[in-house]
């Protein structure tokens, strides 16, 4: 029999990293949420085993980073085998945090670790996962989507009634099939093999080790120090068409033919054949229900971008769900999270083809290209760091999302303040609408040491005014009044600083929050030489600029994305 159990504001479909981070999102904004995942306990698979650094910046907001650090290594060791011989040993160290990057190092999990740290994450936010739950039917209407959900313990069917859902359940999506929406794609010819297995042999000092040769592909990855690898080898259909599948014997076999006979593997606690698909959804939205991660993309983990896309497509929808929940913006907002996230899927899905081919395609010229080409350049830092860089997603923005705005009036202000041409210039090229907010070292009212994303983190938008190089008793006190409107237009969801470059907080700004700028770190990174506005989104990217900080272009740009309050 079903009964209509549960009510509540967001369903959400599946507890990968995903559904995690949305989970966790939600729930830190007090929005009630229900978690649901057809596996009867958390799964042990390594799967996407990086941490990229835009992800831990996400995770950072979400009180998380410190604990994947932990639980994760930054400092990695390869050694790559080509035709046979030791063609590379590399040794990469952590990088230090760089300007404006606190998080500069890719780190090294197994995904069931990563979704732990979330788990435990969304525990201590009051949320847990309701596990052995599989969604088997979705209908929507104007007000709301019922969805059926069975127990696969008792076989009992229960409705859950939802304002949302949202499809955060893999490749093979069902809240994608019952809702509808296409996933256009191919796979890719080649095969893989993949396990996590314990292997004596290999040194145990946290070294990687990859092997590309004329017959394939193989690597093994330590995964915790604690004896744990993941290995993967690409594997070639016999004269028959038959492709084996994995087990020990196999990569036995594999390691054999690679010269390493004497390692020995063991107790595999995951083993699975894999053929990577490429797919992207049409879209992300079909009225009250959403799609998000592998449901609404899959491509080759080459470039380690999935779980990171997922993650980073939660965090996108987080804070316009709430919004929308409390009546603060309308369900348009709703839509600028496909027209902001298919764009960055799509270049996902065409990186990670490229790297595809160059690491795996079996192809003779691809092989010669790989072999004589990408593995020597890959000795130049340069070459490294630029790979590395390319998939950190730390330069996914948003530059031509609906949600991007600015204003440069530029000239006098008024009050004695005025933007010459160079600071303009200097302006232009500076952080657009649109792109991440950099971090930058500063310092609070009180001349204690802080960061910019130290004042970010939480739920609300940050407003930055920065007083640049001539600013004036005049220009602060028209900077404040700015933080006032502003503040009492969006209330509680802004926190509003004024940022002063010097170590001097100016007199008469006692109603508005103050950082310093002893080193002019943060206008330099935000290219305020003269007076500018930056109004920073919950999700850390820049939803509006402006010189000078004046209150009329951001209320108008706020008034088009929000239901503001009236003024007083
Ligand atoms: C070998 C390999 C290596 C990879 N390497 C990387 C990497 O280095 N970096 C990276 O970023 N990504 C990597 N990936 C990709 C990464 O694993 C995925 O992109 C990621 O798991 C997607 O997360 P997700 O939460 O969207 O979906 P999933 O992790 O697939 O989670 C979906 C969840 O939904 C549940 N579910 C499914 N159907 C239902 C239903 N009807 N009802 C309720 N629950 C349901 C499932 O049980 C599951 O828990 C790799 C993948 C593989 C296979």
Known sequence: MTTVTTDTDVLVVGAGP??????????????????????????????????????????????????????????????????????????????????????????????????????????????????????????????????????????????????????????????????????????????????????????????????????????????????????????????????????????????????????????????????????????????????????????????????????????????????????????????????ERIPVARAVLTSSDLGHSAFFSPHPAMTFLRNRVLVPVLRLAVVRNRLLDGVAELGVGYRDSSLAGEAATGGHTGDGEAAGVVDAVRFRHGPRAGDRAPDAEVCSGNGAPTRLFHLFRGTHSSLLLFGGSAATDAGYRRMAATARRVRAALGDDVRAWIVVPGDRKPQHLDDVDVVLDPDRDAHHRYAAAAEALYLVRPDGYIAFRSRPATAGPVLDHLGSVFRLHAPA
């Open 18 to 339: 995903t559904g995690l981070t949305l989970a966790c999102d939600l729930r830190r904004r007090g929005i009630a949420c229900t978690t649901v995942d057809r596996d009867t306990t958390p799964h042990i698979r390594s799967r996407g085993k990086g941490l990229q650094p835009r992800s831990l910046e996400v995770f950072d907001d979400l009180g998380i980073a410190g604990a994947a650090l932990a639980a994760g290594r930054t400092h990695h060791h390869v050694r790559l085998y080509s035709g046979g011989r030791l063609a590379l040993d590399l040794d990469l160290p952590a990088r230090p945090p760089q300007p404006g990057v606190p998080y500069p190092n890719l780190v090294v999990l197994p995904q069931w670790r990563t979704e732990q740290v979330l788990r435990d994450r969304l525990a201590a936010l009051g949320g847990t996962v309701e596990l052995g739950r599989e969604l088997v039917g979705l209908h929507q209407d104007a007000d709301g989507v019922t969805a059926t959900v069975v127990d696969s313990g008792t076989g009992a069917t229960e409705e859950i009634r939802a304002a949302f859902v949202v499809g955060c359940d893999g490749g093979s999506s069902r809240v994608r099939a019952l809702t509808g929406i296409a996933m256009h794609g191919e796979g890719h010819e080649e095969h893989f093999v993949l396990g996590d297995v314990r292997i004596e042999g290999l040194p145990a000092d946290g070294s990687s080790f990859a092997w590309f040769d004329d017959d394939g592909y193989l690597a093994a990855d330590p995964l915790d120090g604690s004896g744990t690898w993941q290995v993967q080898a690409s594997v070639r259909p016999d004269a028959a068409g038959n492709l084996e599948t994995a087990s020990l014997e196999l990569f036995q076999h594999l390691f054999a033919g690679r010269g390493f006979g004497h390692v020995r593997l063991h107790d595999a606690t995951w083993l699975s054949d894999f053929s990577p698909r490429v797919g992207i959804v049409d879209r992300y939205r079909a009225g009250r229900v959403l799609l998000a991660g592998d449901a609404a993309h899959v491509h080759s983990p080459a470039g380690g971008q999935g779980m990171n896309t997922g993650i980073q497509d939660a965090y996108n929808l987080g804070w316009k769900l709430d919004a929308v929940l409390r009546g603060r913006a309308g369900h348009a907002l709703l839509d600028t999270y496909q027209e």
